[in-house]
């Protein structure tokens, strides 16, 4: 097949603004149509029999055989992990469940990744490692059965469900409030660095946690012309679909699923790859649903591998931590990346970019357009440099302390955020609009915001930032005091600001450290108050036009 390269501009300036970037289309694998039924390596349809053999030798010879496709067909098949090889496309007929047992023993330990740094895991249901022209096709259903491996939350099951779960087994935290399914996993929740390979351990030193290190459900390492089409994805373990350090993937018509309890329940990870296109995709799962990663930390940076030159277009979120996600291990860094005509329904956080300090790297050139939103339960629009490791929303009775805000020195693992353009914004119900912080030393940089409609309990919240404009941007708020809230940003332009009539306050405006807030084409006589300055902040700091 004939190279097709992606290529994406550097963002330019278009009155001020950025702008999408042309991209490329990104080869899709084609394959020869040789087919290799696994009835006819002795796979059988009936819920029982482990047909791991049959599948995983069906893959071998079409793969010798100069590839073609696997025909997994109408029934119910039982299996192991499945290992694909080059120029073979596992193909689901309609009708057809390839469900993963939940005999963990079939599972073995190996060196792979996890959230960005190496670590001993299970093998996954399904991989491939280097491989060339490899997919997963049709409109069959995936079950990784991650019941069996995942621990649960009290806080996020019914009394009758909690009560069925604790009648299947599985031991208990000692607060009584998590399910863990084996005294191996619960052993693993409380081992430091679980699983982590720091080049004094291998992945036979954690056998005595092995149900605790717990395998996505699709994994493809050092991959080059994936694609996955049609089929359903669900029930993963731990993260559902993970391209990691691959070239020139293609995700189109799938449904990613999991229950919206699954711990690290995440839709797609996209990691450390180039040349990406996602579209027509549906994502209901219990933690991120679309995200954007590229190593963690130290050992990310020293991976030096980006996510760039993404496109990502017609799709949907229901449940999910985030629809749309950057970080937090994105210590390699992200960049071209395109967000556009997607709906997030349901999630806990709209567009939602994440990074804390020691992860380093950029995150840079991020378009999003024309995003529908409804009944977000966190932020309609997040930009956070604190993130916390704990789901974006917190459980019934749970405290938080808001982070210490403190100015450290600048170095190699401090991140940045810088260069996006989000416009083109319905959101009905969010319990904030829009949340911008930075850190004291390194502010988020250039992000423009333009038309954008956003029905939130709470308006804009803007700390340690730069360069921050919106334009054209219509709030319909439950709490007006403030609908703005600036603390130590500079350059942060306001330019046709809607909001809701007698408003308590306009804007708050905070910190030694703001400067050159400005505001245009405003009406600035509908709030019962203009501005408030504290903490340091002085009226020479804000202009209206």
């Not at 430091?192 to 351990?201: F, I, P, R």
């Not at 956003?454 to 005091?481: D, H, M, P, W, Y």
Request: charge should be positive; hydrophobic fraction near 40%.
């Amino acid at each position: 097949m004939k190279r097709c390269l992606l290529v994406f501009a550097s963002l330019v300036t278009v009155s001020g603004l950025m702008a999408q970037a042309k991209l490329l289309p990104v080869p899709v694998p084609k394959f020869k149509k040789d087919t290799f039924d696994i009835v006819k390596f002795g796979a059988k349809a009936d819920g029982l029999f482990l047909n791991t053999n049959a599948i995983n030798n069906a893959v071998s010879a079409c793969s010798k055989n100069g590839g073609g496709v696997v025909l997994v067909p109408n029934g119910f098949w039982l299996s192991g992990p499945v290992v694909l090889q080059s120029n073979v496309n596992l193909y689901l007929s309609k009708n057809a469940l390839l469900q993963f047992t939940s005999d963990k023993t079939q599972f073995h330990l190996l060196e792979s990744f996890w959230e960005g740094v190496a670590a001993a895991r299970n093998q996954s249901p399904i991989s491939a490692v280097g491989a060339t022209n490899i997919a997963i096709t049709g409109s069959g259903i995936i079950d990784g059965n991650g019941d069996a491996w995942r621990a649960v939350k009290k806080d996020k099951l019914t009394e009758t469900q909690w009560k069925k779960l604790l009648a299947s087994g599985g031991i208990l935290s000692e607060d009584k409030k998590i399910w863990y399914p084996s005294a191996s996993s619960f052993k693993g929740a409380t081992t430091k660095d679980a699983g982590v390979l720091n080049g004094t351990k291998t992945a036979k030193d954690f056998e005595d946690i092995k149900d605790f290190l717990r395998p996505n459900l699709v994994v493809f390492t050092k991959c080059k012309n994936v694609l996955l089409d049609g089929v359903t994805f669900q029930n993963s373990p731990a993260w559902n679909l993970h391209p990691l350090m691959c070239e020139n993937v293609t995700v189109r018509n799938i449904y990613a699923k999991n229950p919206w309890y699954a711990q690290n329940g995440d839709g797609i990870d996209i990691e450390s790859c180039k040349n990406v296109l996602l579209e027509n995709s549906t994502f209901d799962v219990g933690d991120d649903g679309i995200c954007i990663k590229s190593g963690k930390n130290e050992e990310g940076r020293k991976r030096g591998m980006p996510t760039e030159n993404v496109t990502v277009k017609n799709c949907v979120v229901y449940h999910a931590h985030g629809g749309f996600v950057i970080g937090s291990e994105m210590s390699g860094g992200a960049k071209n990346i395109n967000v556009t005509n997607c709906t997030f329904i349901g999630t806990d956080i709209g567009l939602r970019f994440k990074t804390t300090r020691g992860r380093g790297g950029v995150v840079e050139n991020i378009y999003c357009d024309n995003i529908n939103m409804k009944d977000i339960a966190g932020e309609a629009i997040l930009f956070d440099m604190y993130y916390m490791a704990k789901d974006p929303v917190p459980l019934a009775g749970e405290q938080r302390e808001a982070p210490k805000v403190e100015l450290l020195p600048v170095t190699e693992g401090t991140p940045q955020f810088k260069n996006f353009l989000v416009k083109n914004i319905v959101c009905d119900g969010a319990e904030k609009a829009v949340f911008i912080r930075g850190l004291p030393e390194m502010s988020i940089k250039n992000i423009a915001m333009e038309n954008m409609l956003i029905k939130a309990k709470k308006g804009i919240i803007c700390e340690e930032a730069e360069a921050i404009s919106f334009k054209n941007v219509q709030l319909v708020l439950a709490e007006t005091n403030p609908v703005v809230a600036i603390q130590n940003g500079v350059n942060i332009a306001f330019d046709k600001l809607g909001y809701n009539s007698g408003a308590e306050l306009l804007f708050s405006i905070k910190g030694a450290n703001t400067k050159a807030v400005t505001v245009v084409n405003t009406d600035v006589t509908k709030p019962k108050n203009k501005v408030a300055f504290t903490a340091g902040a002085t009226d020479k700091v804000f202009t209206i036009k």
